[in-house]
């Protein structure tokens, strides 16, 4: 498994960091798109782990995610990643093996790169300002295009961005984190804001 260099900066202004972005020469590879995923939980006890189904519109993704350390940092999760043909048939395939089936999701996402360097995902969650995660195979190329960009690196989060609903609304993590349908049609901030109790 490879480990995931990424690194989340939260409340962007997305024109700003675009035009930056377009000064030195990145160019966009996946036009902003909405994706849906089905997340389950992974038979892994002995470290934090799960699944997941997306639906990136040009392909399909499955991922296997895992956290090694309590405390995250940026060495602290890998991932095996394969693209696979149908979004419903690997969906019902986990179903069929009994894994537990957490939630069903959507977002928004655009991709940057930098010839073969870097690549930077500007993600819109359901009542989220905009976010931006650098990631590539090593951490000091994400320090270096972070401060390109003119974010300050020490001011970073990593993790899901349950993380960003805590810091920006006020939401605990559990409590995203037992929500069984994320999406803009359905989220409701009335319902979730300063609360600690599961809407599902």
Known sequence: MKTEYEVVFSNINREETI?????IWWICTKENTLMKRVVFTAPNWWTWSYLRVRDEWNKITCTYKETREWKLDITSVRELETEVWDFDTM???YRKLWLTEKSFQESYREIWKIWNEIEF???LWPWLNPYIEIEWWNEEIVKKYSEILGFD??????GSSFQIYEKELGIDFD???NLKEITFANFSISHLQNTKTPLY
Not at 19 to 23: A, L, N
Not at 153 to 158: A, T
């Open 19 to 23: 035009q930056k972005i377009k000064e």
């Open 153 to 158: 690196y020490s001011d970073w989060l990593f």
């Open 175 to 177: 409590t995203m984190n």
């Open 91 to 93: 969906v019902w395939i």
């Open 121 to 123: 995902m500007i993600d």
